[in-house]
């Protein structure tokens, strides 16, 4: 069975180790990252940016729902891997990979931010979580994908910026994420460092939805200019890094998607943002990018072709030496052994000063471009900043939200916030110089004595500026919380005895619902006992008949002579008549049986209405504590956020005109701003001062461990020397075997790429 060219290549590169040909520390650990690379079966794309890159909205964009934190300084502190599945299993879980190895598995969605943002209260995230794979569908392809979301090439977390350049390492692709201003000058060096173990890159220019074509920056001329950028003075020198951009707007994509977050969107609106953002065709682009790659299996070639570059470095360093041998070896013949390795010491001891001028030099003159190029990404940082948040104050067209958004906490957390992010780039772009000026150092030692090996005692321990928080850009808002924190607990007591109550009343008209169910059953049962007795009566009599008998006058007729004397005449006659009498006394009984129920039923109706009322009266009640409590939670939710100033203010301005007073504040604001960042003693300021002191006092550092490494190793070496008389041509032939080794192993490899 034909065996594919990652087991190849590893196969190789592993007979290579174990000639223990690989030397050199730096580039042994690059290597076993390729072997790494090369032995990882899924497709993993690492998600790059720095701040204002929009970062963590894009992958809510991906994941379509506003789930990763963004744009507070409760940010993501651990590396989120994001798994594709099928979209019959998507059922939006996450697991959680411990540092002591535990592992928790399948934990609902909505709990992620627990896990992953510097703010959780359940766990130390940087400290103890590992990493959080989150399980969902994004692409249609039958292949393991992931999405590695690291804490961001300025990141606030401690203990990640190595992990973050190790996920970039081990990546198969690089998804860089740009800020809306585009690619800088700090970027740019980053790329180039990228690209020598990123051979894909998909540059993602974000934020399209805030350029503006009557502005003269369309969304298509910015990607034209990036692009420009990154031929010309990026990849002008590095024909085999395959790349492409993309610009996208992250936010309408979220918007667009997250209905349940987003709710005050119409389906036309979404679908509109939807279209606007672009975002289907990132998407698209990015499976295109998946599939190139595994038909072409451009993944394993450029693992290969990093892995190729390493034994390159690794062959001069070979050749540099086996000349050094050469050299060796022919003043050794003309002058006898002994006298040769005489003068090889004589030789060393008269370069020390010079190797070791040479290293202080380099890492002056290192420490020196370090210290402007911190200095210069400072300014641009703030400059950026600043432009962002005179943009925000120029969007805000209300009284009302421009007063909310300076004097009730808005541009103040912002400003709080941002400056601290600034300042843990700083920090990133610091240990990342400090870095490599160490390991250039290291490898100055290696050139100068001849040395294989220089070890280092212990690993690079990152340097910090600023170990908590930056000052809040409104000083006094401290003090207000803490005159404001008695009159909030008294306000939290209130709402518990609320509560408290609440719940009392609550369970008194459970008891009176019982109460009035039993009532309104006996209600029933009183009615049902009176239908009963007169159903019991029977139907009422129907009238009767009854026949009388009556005297009555009858005239005698006639003239009426007979009449007048005799009177009239008397006559009795038959009547019939109706008779109630049955009836009248049926209805007496009945009217008898409807009153005692009637007094009944109406007392039971007077308790059913007084027990409704007295529910009504308690839901009204409770309603209006309920009320209350809302009311209480929203003034305790102020308080924490107030400034005196606004007050003051709306007092003073109330009678300005609302345009002219909307400018004064904007204009109150953007020169606060400024005073607060690039003034004397402002933050521009005090940052370069802390990056001077950082620098200086680590770059001195450096140059003291760096000498102390010298000196070790230069005693070392004049050591081996002393020794090396007896076994020199062994040593010549293991470095032959060496180069030998190596120049295979590079063969190899380029037969498969």
């Given amino acids: 069975m034909k065996k594919d060219i990652a087991t190849l290549a590893i196969a190789e590169l592993q007979k290579l180790k174990e000639k223990n040909v690989i030397q050199n520390s730096i580039l042994s650990d690059e290597l076993d990252n390729v072997i790494n690379r090369l032995n990882d079966k899924s497709f993993r ?26 744009g507070t300084v409760e940010t993501t502190a651990t590396l989120t891997q994001i798994d594709n599945i099928s979209s019959d299993e998507d059922d939006q879980t996450f697991d959680v990979l411990y540092v002591d190895g535990r592992k928790e598995a399948n934990i609902p969605i909505e709990r992620l931010e627990d896990y992953t943002s510097t703010s959780s209260k359940i766990v130390s995230v940087a400290d103890e979580v590992k990493k959080v794979i989150l399980k969902t569908h994004i692409f249609d392809v039958d292949y393991p994908i992931s999405l590695i979301d690291t804490p961001g090439l300025n990141g606030i977390a401690d203990n990640h910026r190595e992990k973050t350049i190790d996920e970039i390492k081990n990546a198969h692709a690089c998804i860089y ?75 309408n994509a979220l918007i667009a998607q997250d209905k349940e977050t987003f709710s005050k969107y119409s389906d036309a609106e979404r679908a509109e943002l939807l279209a606007s953002s672009n975002f289907k065709n990132l998407i698209a682009k990015i499976q295109e990018l998946i599939t190139e790659n595994l038909t072409a299996k451009k993944q394993q070639k450029d693992a290969i072709r990093v892995a190729l570059r390493i034994l390159d470095q690794m062959h001069d360093i070979a050749n540099i030496q086996i000349e050094r041998q050469k050299q060796d070896d022919i003043e050794s013949g003309k002058q006898g052994k002994v006298r040769y390795y005489t003068l090889l010491e004589e030789r060393l001891q008269k370069n020390k000063e010079k190797y070791q001028k040479n290293i202080r030099n380099y890492i002056s003159v290192e420490t020196t471009e370090l210290h402007k190029i911190s200095n210069k990404k400072i300014e641009e940082d703030l400059e950026r900043f600043s432009e962002h948040i005179e943009d925000t104050l120029n969007k805000i067209k209300f009284i009302d939200e421009m007063e909310d958004f300076v004097y009730d906490g808005g541009m103040s957390r912002q400003i709080t916030s941002s400056v601290y992010e600034i300042t843990q780039g700083i920090n990133t772009l610091i240990n990342y110089g400090l870095e490599n000026i160490q390991d250039g150092a290291m490898l100055r030692i290696e050139e100068y004595l001849g040395s294989s090996k220089v070890s280092v005692n212990k690993k690079w321990n990152k340097v910090t500026i600023i170990e908590e928080g930056y000052r809040d850009f409104i000083t006094e808002r401290d003090k207000i919380i803490e005159l404001q924190e008695d009159e909030v607990k008294e306000l939290e007591k209130k709402k518990d005895e609320n509560s408290k109550k609440i719940s009392e009343l609550e369970r008194e008209n459970g008891d009176n619902f019982k109460l009035l169910n039993s009532v309104r059953l006996q209600l029933d049962n009183n009615e049902s006992e009176r239908s009963s007795e007169i159903r019991r009566l029977g139907s009422m009599p129907d009238v ?198 190596i120049e295979k192993t590079m063969k190899n490899l380029e037969k498969l790429v």
């Avoid at 007729?557 to 005799?566: C, E, Q, R, Y």
């Fill in 544 to 741: 009767e008949k009854q026949t009388i008998y009556e005297d009555v006058e009858e005239y005698r007729g006639g003239l009426g002579i007979l009449d007048a004397v005799l009177g009239p005449k008397i006559v009795t006659k038959e009547r019939i008549v109706d008779d109630y009498s049955l009836q009248n006394k049926w209805k007496n009984k009945k009217n008898i049986i409807s009153e005692k129920y009637n007094n009944k039923a109406a007392d039971l109706k007077e308790n059913i209405d007084a027990l409704s009322s007295k529910i009504e009266f308690l839901n009204s009640r409770i309603k209006e504590l309920d009320e209350n409590n809302i009311e209480l939670r929203l003034r305790i939710s102020e308080q924490l956020d107030e400034i005196n100033m606004r007050q003051s203010l709306i007092e003073k301005e109330k009678n300005v005109a609302r345009l002219e007073y909307l400018r004064n504040l904007r204009k109150e604001a953007l020169k606060s701003l400024e005073n607060y960042l690039f003034e004397h003693s402002g933050v521009q300021s005090e940052l370069e001062e802390k990056v001077s002191k950082v620098i200086s006092r680590e770059g001195k550092q450096i140059e003291i461990r760096s000498i102390g490494l010298f000196e070790r190793n230069f005693r070392d070496r004049l050591e081996s020397i002393r020794n090396s008389i007896k076994d020199s041509t062994q040593d010549k032939d293991t470095l032959n075997i060496n180069r030998e080794a």
């Fill in 45 to 70: 794309l690492a998600v790059v940016g720095e701040f204002s890159s929009g970062k963590s909205t894009f992958l809510n964009a991906v994941l379509k729902k506003d789930l990763l934190k963004h």
């Fill in 177 to 251: 994420l740009m800020q809306v201003r585009g690619i800088n000058k700090a970027d740019a060096e980053f790329i180039r460092y990228l690209c020598d173990y990123q051979k894909n890159i998909l540059f993602v220019q974000n934020f399209i939805d805030e350029l503006h074509e009557l502005e003269g920056e369309s969304p298509e001329q910015k990607i034209a200019a990036q692009r420009k950028i990154l031929e010309e003075d990026i990849f002008y020198d590095k024909p085999d890094v395959h790349y492409d951009i993309i610009g996208v707007s992250a936010r």
